[in-house]
C-alpha cells in the first residue's frame, strides 16, 4: 500500500485488545489485517502515530458500542476523523439481530 491521499483504520474493540485493519480508498483498495494491540490509550496513540507518518491521512472507524466510547474520545483529542460504525437501530435490525444470535 503507498502513500495515498487517505487511509481507512478499521478497529474492532474488545475488552482487552483492539484488533487493527488498514483499507486503501475505492471498492478495489486492498486491505490489510495488522494485528491486535491491547486495548489502552498509549497503545493506541503510538499505532496512529505511525500510521499516520506511514499513510499521511487516516479515517479511523470503530465498532459503536461501550468499549468504543474512549476510542472516538481519543481520536478527536489527537485530531483524526473518527467515525462508529453499529448495527442500524431499527424493529426490523432487532428482528434480524434475535434471528441471527440464535443460529
Same mark, same amino acid.
Given at each position: 500500500?503507498? !502513500?495515498? *491521499?487517505?487511509?481507512?483504520?478499521?478497529? *474492532?474493540?474488545? &475488552?482487552?485488545?483492539? %484488533? @487493527? %485493519?488498514?483499507?486503501? $480508498?475505492?471498492?478495489?483498495?486492498?486491505?490489510?489485517?495488522?494485528?491486535?494491540?491491547?486495548?489502552? %490509550? *498509549?497503545? @493506541? =496513540? =503510538?499505532?496512529?502515530?505511525?500510521?499516520?507518518? &506511514?499513510?499521511?491521512?487516516?479515517?479511523? /472507524?470503530?465498532? %459503536?458500542? $461501550?468499549?468504543? *466510547? #474512549?476510542?472516538?474520545? !481519543?481520536?478527536?483529542?489527537?485530531? =483524526?476523523? /473518527?467515525?462508529?460504525?453499529?448495527? $442500524?437501530? #431499527? @424493529?426490523? #435490525?432487532? =428482528?434480524? #439481530?434475535?434471528?441471527? /444470535?440464535?443460529?
Amino acid at each position: 500500500m503507498e !502513500q495515498n *491521499d487517505r487511509v481507512f483504520v478499521a478497529m *474492532d474493540m474488545h &475488552k482487552e485488545t483492539i %484488533a @487493527v %485493519a488498514v483499507g486503501a $480508498p475505492g471498492r478495489l483498495g486492498e486491505v490489510r489485517f495488522l494485528g491486535e494491540i491491547p486495548n489502552r %490509550a *498509549d497503545a @493506541v =496513540r =503510538r499505532l496512529i502515530e505511525k500510521l499516520a507518518s &506511514k499513510y499521511g491521512r487516516l479515517s479511523v /472507524c470503530y465498532e %459503536a458500542g $461501550p468499549c468504543g *466510547d #474512549s476510542l472516538h474520545r !481519543q481520536m478527536t483529542e489527537l485530531g =483524526r476523523e /473518527c467515525v462508529g460504525a453499529g448495527w $442500524p437501530i #431499527s @424493529v426490523s #435490525s432487532i =428482528r434480524l #439481530s434475535r434471528s441471527f /444470535c440464535r443460529s
